[in-house]
């Protein structure tokens, strides 16, 4: 039986809405720019060999260099990694809804890149699709047979002077919301997703 567990203060990001006004792409490694242009996400491995993201929309900081990963029997698949060859695909696409709107919006460019880790050889999937109000990602992991998901290495670090809702309750959506500066929010606290961040410009993220 896999067993799963989900740690630290950020842990397993899917999708990261976007609802801001207001950027910078670093100018190396793997960029991936929104539709429209104006959102940019990048992939890349820092000094220590860690696989990092960051994401901008124009001059706006959405996300500051963060880690991506998942510990996976053990090993940390997002350490000591080398980057492959991306695949870039686009998809632009309507179709009926309920709720609030009777009609949703799948507009996207993405990316599927292969990384290695070194030690081990094993080569993963990293999947990502940047939209014009929003990012999400996921790690495709090969293998057969039982599998352990140790840990989640990915985090968000957000901007100094953001401020974030949450609440702790994870069994159900039915919590009290707190507001609290993210730096005063103990390691190791579960949260109930979405959680909404105010960047310090108060542009706000769902995540």
Known sequence: MTKTTVKTFFSVTVIICLVFTGGGCRSESIE???????????????????????????????????????????????EAVTLGKAKYHTANERYPWRGVKSEAVNHYKGITLPVTHNATGLTWTLEARIFNDGFAYRYIIPGVGKRTVNTEKTAWSVPAGSQIWYQTVTEHYEGVHTKQNPEKIKKGTYMCFPVTIELPDLSLIHI
Do not use: H, W
Not at 32 to 55: M, Q
């Open 32 to 78: 991936l720019k929104s539709p429209d242009g104006r959102v940019c996400a990048t992939i890349f491995i820092n000094d220590s060999g860690r696989l990092n993201y960051n994401v901008f929309r124009q001059s706006t900081v959405i996300i500051e260099d963060s880690p991506m990963g998942i510990t996976v029997d053990g090993t940390d698949l997002g």
